[in-house]
């Protein structure tokens, strides 16, 4: 375990990213897309490296050591082949595996290589005994993937880099420069990528998409939305929840209270462009409705929850005016997401701070 505070922390781009990603991918060099999150986000950063243009888009998936294996004593990048078209479709357990990096290679010909990295926690809080678990990640663990995706970007003669984390809790615990350790995965990906494009000299952009879908948090809005929604009647707001079918299904009202933390309101000012974000909805819509497709029966259900599935259900109710979008109950955040149209479907630009 490193005692060290982790390296100094860039900030990541603000707003205006998009422009310079599309003028920079515009001749066809390919951007380095980065899950920052793991595996729901693969599918999003697919959809939004071709929103901003980008005709090769090099994928890059972050996650933790497969369950019941050694992990690796540092972060690991591992390339990753196409799936073969009989290879077994995936389903709920692929954040600590590469089968959706892996389908999503077979079934994109502007994806032509992908990697997984293996990132295992490998710091704890100050004054933890010798054996506590490890709870977060070093300065070294920070230095490696910076220099892996610094590697990629360079290997791959890469014009730009893009992000994406579904939900926005990417921001939640971005501790200060000087602290510890880095608590989550994504936070650790989203500095790491931001250092390796100010190393390279790339433009960047860090997106969260839909925030609070992913039920780690919640957006302010919601409450805000909610009180007004009581005041004027509720039952004048409709209120729609995810079925284990993966269709919105109107309930009765008023919209459910929601016990999550909140976002940082700033995350929610720099919404991208509107054609951007359209284009990126399409893309995402497309890519559901085809994971989907191909999914069998008895794992069609596994998908219903998933953060994807989830903004791509929530695209025409939220464009048809104003309701509540309740998720599916997740196990690993034991919540579930409380969405309004107003931002349910939104790309916002991350602020670090």
Same mark, same amino acid.
Request: aromatic share 4%; glycine share 10%.
């Given at each position: 375990?490193?005692s &060290?505070?982790p390296?100094?922390r860039p900030k ?5 990213? !998009?422009? #310079?990603?599309?003028?920079a ?6 951007v380095?897309?980065?899950?920052? *999150? ?6 999003g +950063?697919?959809?939004?490296a ?6 090769? #888009?090099?994928?890059?998936?972050p996650g ?5 294996t050694?992990? %690796?004593?540092?972060?690991q990048l591992t ?8 290879a077994e479709?995936?389903? *709920?357990?692929?954040y600590? @595996? #590469?089968?959706?990096l892996?389908?999503?290679?077979r $079934?994109?010909?502007d994806?032509?290589?992908g990697y997984?990295?293996?990132q %295992?926690k490998?710091?704890a809080?100050?004054?933890a005994?010798a ?5 977060g /990640?070093?300065s070294?663990s920070l230095a ?5 995706y610094a590697s990629l ?10 992000g ?8 939640l615990?971005?501790? %200060?420069e ?5 608590s989550q995965?994504?936070?650790? @990906?989203?500095l790491a ?17 839909s925030?609070?879908?992913?039920a780690a948090a919640v ?12 005041? &004027?009647?509720?039952?004048e707001v409709?209120v729609?929840?995810?079925s284990? &079918?993966?269709?919105l299904?109107?309930?009765?009202? %008023?919209?459910?209270? !929601?016990?999550?933390r909140a976002?940082p309101a700033a995350? $929610? ?9 359209k ?5 995402? !819509?497309?890519?559901?409705e085809r ?5 069998p ?6 998908h219903?929850?998933?953060t994807y599935?989830? +903004?791509?259900?929530?695209v025409?109710p939220?464009a048809?005016g &104003? !309701?509540?979008i309740?998720g599916?109950f997740?196990g690993g955040?034991?919540a579930r997401?409380h969405?309004?149209?107003s /931002?349910a479907v939104?790309?916002? #630009?991350v +602020?670090?701070?």
């Amino acid at each position: 375990m490193s005692s &060290e505070p982790p390296a100094k922390r860039p900030k990541p781009p603000l707003p205006g990213g !998009c422009a #310079a990603v599309s003028k920079a991918v515009a001749g066809g060099a390919p951007v380095l897309a980065v899950a920052l *999150g793991g595996g729901s986000d693969v599918v999003g +950063v697919l959809a939004l490296a071709r929103a901003l243009g980008a005709t090769r #888009a090099i994928l890059v998936q972050p996650g933790s050591p497969a369950r019941g294996t050694e992990a %690796p004593p540092t972060p690991q990048l591992t390339k990753v082949e196409a799936a073969a078209a009989d290879a077994e479709h995936p389903g *709920g357990a692929f954040y600590d @595996n #590469a089968s959706m990096l892996s389908y999503l290679l077979r $079934l994109a010909p502007d994806a032509p290589d992908g990697y997984y990295l293996t990132q %295992p926690k490998d710091a704890a809080p100050p004054g933890a005994d010798a054996d506590a678990a490890k709870k977060g /990640f070093s300065s070294a663990s920070l230095a490696s993937t910076t220099e892996a995706y610094a590697s990629l970007l360079r290997d791959h003669g890469c014009a730009a880099l893009v992000g994406l984390d579904f939900g926005g809790d990417v921001v939640l615990d971005l501790e %200060p420069e000087g602290a510890p350790y880095i608590s989550q995965r994504d936070g650790l @990906n989203l500095l790491a990528a931001a250092a390796a494009a100010a190393e390279v000299e790339v433009p960047a952009l860090f997106v969260a998409a839909s925030p609070g879908v992913d039920a780690a948090a919640v957006a302010p809005e919601y409450d805000v939305r909610r009180a007004a929604a009581l005041e &004027e009647g509720a039952a004048e707001v409709p209120v729609l929840e995810m079925s284990a &079918e993966g269709a919105l299904e109107k309930i009765a009202g %008023p919209a459910p209270e !929601c016990t999550l933390r909140a976002l940082p309101a700033a995350l $929610l000012g720099a919404r991208v462009p509107p054609a951007v974000e359209k284009a990126y909805l399409d893309g995402l !819509c497309t890519l559901t409705e085809r994971i989907l497709g191909d999914a069998p029966a008895a794992k069609r259900a596994e998908h219903a929850s998933k953060t994807y599935a989830t +903004v791509a259900a929530a695209v025409a109710p939220a464009a048809a005016g &104003e !309701c509540f979008i309740i998720g599916q109950f997740r196990g690993g955040e034991k919540a579930r997401c409380h969405l309004h149209s107003s /931002f349910a479907v939104g790309l916002y #630009a991350v +602020v670090a701070d």
